[in-house]
Each structure stands twice: as structure tokens, then as C-alpha cells.
């Protein structure tokens, strides 16, 4: 990597805390089913602590054989120490069957092995008061969730964006990291988690969600939940700056840099360090590489990827490899709405004449989803990226605004997952979006204009 883009990586970086590690304890993994193959060998290989970090635990088989591979964890190592951290909303939604996260862990390990498993579920300061008690389930997980994917056995460490649920085990392609043999960087998202719990609800010992370590409520009392959680977050990043303080930084060596967003309180730093790597990457000379499953991108992100001075290139998932695409009820509509925020990006690029530099791409398999989020950046005359940005965050407005995100700024010249990627997607142009069936209707164009900040 060359000197002069090394040292404007890590000083996009420099409000969050740095790692440094080996090119050899890096690894991406490549599709669902190496994913879950991992997490099950993981958790059978792990000594002493397991954290778990989701949106959600499915109830499908596979993710009973999970939870069944961390009772054999705890009957192999009695100290064993399980932390989950799921999301409030989606967590305690009842599936057809009856059966949710929350039940799940408790009556597979919770109640069976309470000295060993703690579980706790985030719940958003964005939905509180009456619209708590009118908005329903599945509907009310719009106002914001716990969003962040941490996969921790021992010293090992993954992150990305895959939930614990079947889809993502089986045919919907994410990204995929494994930081292996690093106690400094799996302590850090091991108190990451922890503290993030100590102002979440706990499953009790009734299997009800009781109040959090901290006693503060996002629903009950929401402004000073807001205040103790920011300060929470920055006095966390503030002990882990000084901790990782006087790198000696070397253009031949890897770091990592985490990152966390937590918009409904007003921490920012994701946003201040994507900010400044995009700058930087979409200058002269620079190519931009990046994917987000749903284009419905900041308002600033997308005015400095579309003001850029070098090449882009952004690859979404086409309606069909969208999650929802042919639900019977009102989620339904929500590939046709991102459909049209993307028809909306791709005007924006055409009136900006920057149709020569920014380009779309689809993702599309057959039978396949796409929920894959991330950046990649080449310098000039360079063929390999000087760092990728993986992790929660969809560059989203929600993902700014809404949702707990974390991310993780990886110095590394890792291309082939990105070609991977790129090897299932056709380009974007307007043969494509005329086509039929991609046409919007004005109700889709009227709704994602009022609920432009939810998606």
C-alpha cells in the first residue's frame, strides 16, 4: 500500500480506536452455508466465552441445532459464559408456531443454565409513549433496531451482516469476517456488548424482560435513557482510544479500525469515519467499490458519491433478490419502493452528467437474496483495495438515524470477495428499469417519499 494512501486511511479513522494485527488473522468467508458451517464449528472449538450479537435468533432447525451446540459448550466447559444481545422488537415477535427468540433462549438455556447464559434485548429510544402501544408487531420494528452482527468464541472474533435465522444460512449472501487469535479486539466487542446490555432489558428468570443493569428505560423514561446511553458509548470509545493510543503505524502491516452508530441518541461516529473515507475515496484517480442491499442512501453519502471526481461503482440487490420480494401483505411493497428510491439515485446520476463515473449494478441469482453492505477502495493505479468498510450498517438513512450499528475499517488489499460479489450482477441503465414490472405506481412513489427515513 502506498505511503500517501495509508496515511489518509488512518487519519479518516483517527476518532475511532486502532488494532493491529497480521494479514494472516483475516478471513473472509464467501457464501451462507461456510457461515453457518463456522459459526457451529466455533462454537464447538470455544474454551471459556461465547457472545452472541443479532438482530434476531430464527426457530428454525437449524438454529435449534445452534442452541443445541451451546448447551454441549456449557456441559463440556462448566465455566463456560454465554452473553446474547438480540433486539427487543424483532426478538420477542412470535413466529406462526408461537415460538420467538426470547422463548427459545429461555427454555433451552437461560432457565436450564442460568449461572452460564445471560441474555439481554435492546430496545429503541425511537418508539416510546402512545406510539408504543398503537403501532404492532413487525410493523413497529421500522421506529429502529439493534442492528449489530458480533460472532465472538474465545479470541475469535466475526462480524458482518448475517442475523442467526435459516435465510441466512442457506441462500442469502451477506459479507463475512473472521478476526482470528486477537484478545485485544474480541475484549473490546466483548465489552462493546456488555455495556450495550447494561442499558437493554434482561430475560428474567420468569422468561419475562426485566429492566436493564443501568435502570434506565427507553420507553418509560426516554430522555434520560438517551442521555446515560451517549455518555455510555463515548466514555467506551474514550478508554479504548487511550488503550490502542501511539500506534506506530506501518504502511506494511494490518489494522482494524470498529466503529459504532447509535443515531437516536446522537452518537455519530460510523458516520463521521464513512464521511471521510468517502471523500477521500471518490477523489481523483480513486475508485470506489460498494454494496448495499437497499440504495436508499444519506443524503450524504450520495451527494459525495455522486459529486465524485474518480470511479464508482455500487452494486444493490434487484427487486427479486430483495427479502420481501412476493410477501402477500403490506411488506410486499417494499421492494417496489426501494426500486423506486434506486430509479431516483439513477436520475440524480444522469442529472449530474456522472453517468460516465457512477455506476449501478444488480445483484441477481436465482432462488438467491442479496443483503451484502460494505466499501471497498482502490487508490490510484492500483488494482487491490487499500481497505473495506464491513459490518451492519446499510449506508441507509435508518442505518444512520435509527437502527445500533457497528463496523469495522479492515487495512487490507482484499479483493476477491468484492469480485465474488460482482460475478452475479448485471448493469444497471434504463432498458432495465423500464422494464415490466419495474414500473412504480404513485402509491409507491408517495410512500417512500413520507417514510423515506424509516427504510
Same mark, same amino acid.
Not at 460516465?356 to 445483484?363: F, G, M, N
Given at each position: ?12 479513522c483517527?476518532?475511532a ?6 494479514q494472516d488473522?483475516?478471513? #473472509?468467508l ?5 457461515f453457518?458451517d463456522?459459526l457451529?464449528?466455533r462454537?464447538?472449538q470455544?474454551d ?5 450479537t443479532s ?9 435449534k ?5 451451546l ?5 463440556? $466447559? ?9 433486539d *427487543?422488537? $424483532? ?6 408456531d408461537g415460538?420467538s427468540?426470547q422463548?427459545l433462549?429461555?427454555?433451552e438455556l437461560s432457565s436450564k ?6 441474555? @439481554?434485548?435492546f430496545?429503541t429510544p425511537k418508539?416510546h ?6 403501532i404492532p ?6 421506529y ?5 452482527k458480533?460472532y465472538?468464541?474465545d479470541?475469535? !472474533? ?5 442475523n ?8 442469502r449472501?451477506d459479507?463475512y469476517?473472521e478476526i482470528?487469535n486477537?484478545?485485544?479486539?474480541s475484549d &473490546?466487542y ?5 455495556? /450495550? ?10 422468561g419475562?424482560l426485566v429492566?436493564?443493569?443501568l435502570?434506565v428505560? *427507553?420507553v418509560?423514561?426516554n ?5 446515560t446511553v ?7 470509545n474514550?478508554?479504548?482510544m ?6 506506530n503505524y506501518?504502511a506494511?502491516?494490518? &489494522? ?7 443515531g437516536?441518541?446522537? &452518537?455519530l461516529?460510523?458516520e463521521?469515519? !464513512?464521511t @471521510?473515507?468517502?471523500e ?12 448495499s442491499?437497499y440504495?436508499n442512501?444519506? $443524503?450524504k453519502y450520495?451527494?459525495?458519491l455522486?459529486?465524485?471526481k474518480?470511479?464508482v461503482e455500487?452494486?444493490?440487490?434487484s427487486p427479486?433478490a430483495?427479502a420481501?420480494?412476493g410477501?402477500?401483505d403490506?411488506s410486499?411493497y417494499?421492494?417496489a419502493a426501494?426500486a423506486e428510491?434506486e430509479r431516483? #439515485? ?16 444488480e445483484?441477481v ?7 451484502g ?8 493505479n492500483?488494482d487491490l483495495?487499500?481497505y473495506?468498510v464491513?459490518?451492519? *450498517?446499510?449506508l441507509?438513512q435508518?442505518?444512520?438515524d435509527?437502527?445500533?450499528e457497528s463496523q469495522l475499517v /479492515?487495512l487490507?488489499?482484499?479483493? !476477491?470477495e ?7 450482477t448485471?448493469? !444497471?441503465d434504463e432498458?432495465l428499469l ?6 412504480s405506481?404513485?402509491?409507491?412513489r408517495?410512500g417512500?417519499r413520507i417514510?423515506?427515513?424509516?427504510m
Amino acid at each position: 500500500m502506498d505511503i500517501k494512501s495509508f496515511e489518509g486511511t488512518t487519519s479518516s479513522c483517527s476518532s475511532a480506536p486502532a488494532f493491529r494485527c497480521q494479514q494472516d488473522q483475516v478471513h #473472509f468467508l464467501k457464501d451462507p452455508s461456510q457461515f453457518y458451517d463456522h459459526l457451529m464449528e466455533r462454537i464447538g472449538q470455544a474454551d471459556r466465552r461465547i457472545t452472541i450479537t443479532s438482530l434476531y435468533l430464527g426457530t428454525g432447525e437449524r438454529e435449534k441445532q445452534m442452541v443445541e451446540h451451546l448447551k454441549e459448550s456449557i456441559t463440556r $466447559r462448566p465455566d463456560m459464559q454465554i452473553n446474547i444481545l438480540l433486539d *427487543a422488537l $424483532r426478538g420477542t415477535r412470535s413466529n406462526r408456531d408461537g415460538d420467538s427468540s426470547q422463548s427459545l433462549l429461555y427454555r433451552e438455556l437461560s432457565s436450564k443454565f442460568p449461572k452460564n447464559v445471560r441474555c @439481554h434485548f435492546f430496545h429503541t429510544p425511537k418508539l416510546h409513549g402512545i406510539m408504543k402501544k398503537l403501532i404492532p408487531p413487525r410493523i413497529n420494528e421500522i421506529y429502529g433496531v439493534q442492528h449489530m452482527k458480533i460472532y465472538l468464541f474465545d479470541d475469535n !472474533v466475526m462480524t458482518g451482516g448475517a442475523n442467526l435465522g435459516d435465510s441466512y444460512f442457506v441462500g442469502r449472501q451477506d459479507r463475512y469476517l473472521e478476526i482470528r487469535n486477537h484478545g485485544d479486539l474480541s475484549d &473490546y466487542y466483548q465489552e462493546l456488548v456488555e455495556d /450495550v446490555s447494561s442499558f437493554s432489558y434482561r430475560l428474567g428468570q420468569e422468561g419475562s424482560l426485566v429492566s436493564s443493569t443501568l435502570g434506565v428505560d *427507553a420507553v418509560t423514561d426516554n430522555s434520560r435513557y438517551k442521555e446515560t446511553v451517549n455518555k455510555t458509548l463515548t466514555k467506551f470509545n474514550e478508554k479504548w482510544m487511550k488503550k490502542t493510543d501511539g500506534q506506530n503505524y506501518q504502511a506494511d502491516s494490518t &489494522y482494524l479500525f470498529p466503529t459504532i452508530q447509535m443515531g437516536s441518541v446522537g &452518537y455519530l461516529q460510523d458516520e463521521r469515519v !464513512v464521511t @471521510h473515507l468517502l471523500e477521500k475515496s471518490t477523489s481523483e484517480g480513486h475508485k470506489c467499490l460498494g454494496c448495499s442491499p437497499y440504495m436508499n442512501l444519506t $443524503r450524504k453519502y450520495s451527494d459525495i458519491l455522486l459529486g465524485a471526481k474518480g470511479e464508482v461503482e455500487l452494486i444493490t440487490a434487484s427487486p427479486e433478490a430483495n427479502a420481501f420480494f412476493g410477501e402477500k401483505d403490506i411488506s410486499g411493497y417494499i421492494p417496489a419502493a426501494y426500486a423506486e428510491v434506486e430509479r431516483r #439515485f439513477w436520475d440524480r446520476i444522469r442529472s449530474k452528467n456522472q453517468s460516465e463515473r457512477v455506476q449501478l449494478r444488480e445483484y441477481v441469482k436465482e432462488g438467491w437474496t442479496f443483503h451484502g453492505k460494505g466499501i471497498w477502495s482502490l487508490p490510484p493505479n492500483e488494482d487491490l483495495p487499500n481497505y473495506t468498510v464491513i459490518g451492519s *450498517a446499510n449506508l441507509g438513512q435508518r442505518s444512520s438515524d435509527r437502527d445500533l450499528e457497528s463496523q469495522l475499517v /479492515v487495512l487490507s488489499d482484499e479483493r !476477491v470477495e468484492y469480485q465474488h460479489l460482482r460475478n452475479t450482477t448485471v448493469t !444497471v441503465d434504463e432498458e432495465l428499469l423500464n422494464r415490466q414490472g419495474r414500473k412504480s405506481t404513485p402509491l409507491v412513489r408517495w410512500g417512500t417519499r413520507i417514510l423515506s427515513s424509516f427504510m
